[in-house]
C-alpha cells in the first residue's frame, strides 16, 4: 500500500471515530498521524476537533492554528478556529473565522449556521434570523437548518414562526426527535390534543435510539402534566430522566470538594486580596438553584432601559477553572493570589466588552455562580449579587421536570441527588452569607417575589442602585431573548400556579423528600 492510499484509509478511520464520538481515540491516533503526516493540514484539523469537543480549548487552537498555516484557505479549518474561539469566549476571533470561511465559500453550511449562532450568544438575533435566510436560499431543504432557525425564533417568543420552522425540520427528517421536546414547551397540550397520539405512536418505533427516544418522554411528560394527568406524566419523565441519568453518571464529589475548600481556607487566604475594578459596567450577578425563579429576576431586571441581560455566562466559571483548578478533578484555595483574581477579572470584563451592550448594568445569570459568591465579591467588588430561593420540593421537581443541554447540570435527572444538591447549594449559601455578612448579598424567595410583585421589584432595583421603571413591572412585554427552560413563562404576566405544583405528584417524590431531609 503506497502512502496516498495508507493516509486515505487513517483517514477514513479517524472520520468514522469522529461520527461516533470515540474523541479520546482520534486524540491518541491523530498525534501519531500528525507525525507520521507532517505537512498534511487533515489529521491536524482532526486532531483539533476531537481536543475541543474534549473541552481542551487552549491544545486544541495550537492544533488548529498549525493545520491553517499548512492551508491557509481551509473552509473547515477556519470554520473549526471559529467554533475553538467562540468555546472560549473569544467571539471577535471567531466572527473572523467564520467570515473568512465564507469570503471563501459563500454558501458554506456549517460556517452560516455557525456565524448565526454566534451572533444569537450577543443577542443579535435579527442578524442571525438574516444569516440564516442567506442559507436557506441554498439550501431549502436542510432539516438541521430549519431546526436551528426554530430555535431562534423561540427564544425571541416567536412562536408561530419558531413551530413552522419545526414541522418543516421535522417533515424532512422526522427521526430528529429532539424537535418534539422543544415544541412541547411552547404550547400548552388539552386532552385529545392530537399531539400527544403523535408522540405515542413515534415513541414505539423500534429504530429510534435511547437518546432520540428520551426527548419524546420528556416531550410526553410535559403533555399529560398539561392535561392533569399526573401518573402518565411521571411516569414518562422518569423514563426519560432515568436514560439522560445513566449517561451523565454525575457525582458530587468536586462540588464537595470545592465547598470543604473554601471552608478551610477562604477567609484566611482571600484577606486583603479584593480588586479594584476599572470598568463603567456594574455586574448583577443572579445565582441560586436552576428553576428557582433566576430568569423570572433577569427579565424585570433587563425591561430597564439601563439593564441589558445577558443571559447565563460561562465566563466566570471557565477562568476560575483556568486558574485554580491543576486538574479537572482538583480545586486549591490555597493558591489564591491578586494575580490569579486579577487574570479572571480580565478574562471576564473581556469577553463582557465583546458583547457590545451599551447599558451600564449587565446581568449575568448563571445559577450554579453561587458556588464563587466570595469570589465575585473580591474580584468584582461593586458588583451586585442576587440570590433566588424558592420551596426546596418546588425547586426539585421543576428541574426534574426538564431537559438541560448543559452536563453540568447532570443532577437534575435523579430525585435522590435533585435533594442532595439543594442541600449543598444550602450549605455553600450559608457558608457564604456568614463571610459576606449580608453586604452586597439580597436574597430573593420566589412565594413573596411573586405574591408581592411590586413591593419586590421596587426592593430589587433599589438595591441594585436602578431607578423605579414601570417597564420592570411589565416585563413580559420585553423583546429580550430568552434561552433557557423558562423561556415560555416569562413571556406572561406575573403568575402563582407554580407554586407547590409539586403536591400533585406527593406520592412519587418519596426519595426526593428522603433526600431533603437528610
Not at 486532531?47 to 498549525?66: R, V, Y
Not at 449562532?117 to 431543504?141: Q, S, T, W
Request: aromatic letters at 14%; one cysteine or more; a positive charge.
Amino acid at each position: 500500500m503506497n502512502q496516498t492510499e495508507n493516509k486515505k484509509k487513517e483517514l477514513e478511520k479517524i472520520i468514522n471515530l469522529l461520527n461516533v464520538k470515540k474523541y479520546d481515540v482520534v486524540v491518541s491516533k491523530a498525534k501519531i498521524l500528525v507525525k507520521k503526516f507532517p505537512n498534511d493540514y487533515i489529521f491536524y484539523n482532526a486532531l483539533g476537533m476531537a481536543l475541543m469537543n474534549l473541552g481542551q480549548f487552549d491544545e486544541s487552537l495550537k492544533i488548529l492554528n498549525k493545520a491553517i498555516k499548512l492551508d491557509d484557505k481551509n473552509i473547515h479549518v477556519l470554520n473549526n478556529l471559529g467554533l475553538a474561539h467562540s468555546s472560549i469566549a473569544n467571539y471577535q476571533m471567531a466572527n473572523e473565522y467564520y467570515n473568512r470561511a465564507l469570503e471563501i465559500k459563500p454558501d458554506f453550511l456549517n460556517a452560516l449556521i455557525n456565524l448565526a449562532n454566534l451572533k444569537e450568544k450577543l443577542n443579535l438575533n435579527i442578524d442571525a434570523i438574516e444569516v440564516l435566510k442567506i442559507a436557506l436560499k441554498h439550501y431549502p431543504d436542510d432539516y438541521f437548518l430549519h431546526y436551528t432557525i426554530g430555535t431562534i425564533y423561540q427564544f425571541l417568543g416567536d412562536f408561530k414562526k419558531s413551530h413552522f420552522h419545526y414541522q418543516k425540520s421535522l417533515s424532512i427528517n422526522p427521526s430528529y426527535t429532539e424537535i418534539y421536546r422543544l415544541m412541547s414547551m411552547t404550547k400548552k397540550f388539552q386532552k385529545g390534543d392530537e399531539d400527544i397520539e403523535i408522540i405515542k405512536n413515534k415513541i414505539n418505533d423500534k429504530n429510534l435510539t435511547e437518546i432520540k427516544k428520551m426527548h419524546l418522554y420528556f416531550a410526553l411528560g410535559k403533555a399529560f402534566d398539561d392535561t392533569k394527568d399526573f401518573n402518565n406524566s411521571f411516569i414518562n419523565y422518569k423514563m426519560g430522566n432515568d436514560i439522560k441519568d445513566k449517561f451523565l453518571k454525575f457525582n458530587f464529589n468536586l462540588d464537595e470538594k470545592i465547598l470543604s475548600s473554601f471552608k478551610k481556607n477562604f477567609e484566611e487566604q482571600s484577606n486583603n486580596l479584593t480588586l479594584e475594578l476599572n470598568s463603567d459596567k456594574k455586574i448583577i450577578f443572579i445565582i441560586g438553584m436552576p428553576r428557582s425563579g433566576t430568569s423570572l429576576i433577569e427579565q424585570v431586571l433587563s425591561a430597564h432601559d439601563d439593564v441589558a441581560g445577558a443571559g447565563e455566562l460561562t465566563f466566570l466559571t471557565d477562568a476560575i477553572y483556568k486558574e485554580f483548578f491543576s486538574n479537572p478533578n482538583e480545586f486549591d484555595i490555597t493558591k489564591i493570589t491578586k494575580e490569579k483574581l486579577k487574570k479572571i477579572q480580565t478574562f471576564y470584563l473581556d469577553r463582557i466588552n465583546q458583547l457590545n451592550y451599551s447599558e451600564k448594568y449587565i446581568v449575568d445569570k448563571a445559577p450554579l455562580n453561587f458556588k464563587w459568591t466570595g469570589f465575585i465579591k473580591m474580584i468584582f467588588p461593586n458588583s451586585y449579587i442576587v440570590n433566588c430561593n424558592r420551596d426546596p420540593m418546588d425547586i426539585c421537581w421543576s428541574n426534574y421536570k426538564q431537559y438541560y443541554s448543559s452536563s453540568n447540570l447532570g443532577f437534575a435527572y435523579n430525585l435522590k441527588k435533585l435533594g442532595q444538591f439543594y442541600n449543598l447549594y444550602n450549605e455553600y449559601m450559608t457558608f457564604w452569607e456568614k463571610i459576606l455578612r449580608e453586604k452586597n448579598l439580597l436574597n430573593i424567595q420566589y412565594e413573596n417575589f411573586t405574591e408581592n410583585f411590586q413591593d419586590e421589584v421596587k426592593k430589587l432595583l433599589s438595591f441594585c442602585d436602578l431607578s423605579w421603571s414601570t417597564k420592570c413591572v411589565e416585563f413580559y412585554k420585553s423583546k429580550n431573548s430568552v434561552s433557557t427552560a423558562s423561556l415560555a413563562q416569562v413571556r406572561q404576566p406575573i403568575y402563582k400556579t407554580s407554586v407547590a405544583a409539586w403536591e400533585s405528584y406527593s406520592s412519587y417524590l418519596e426519595d426526593l423528600k428522603n433526600s431533603l431531609k437528610n
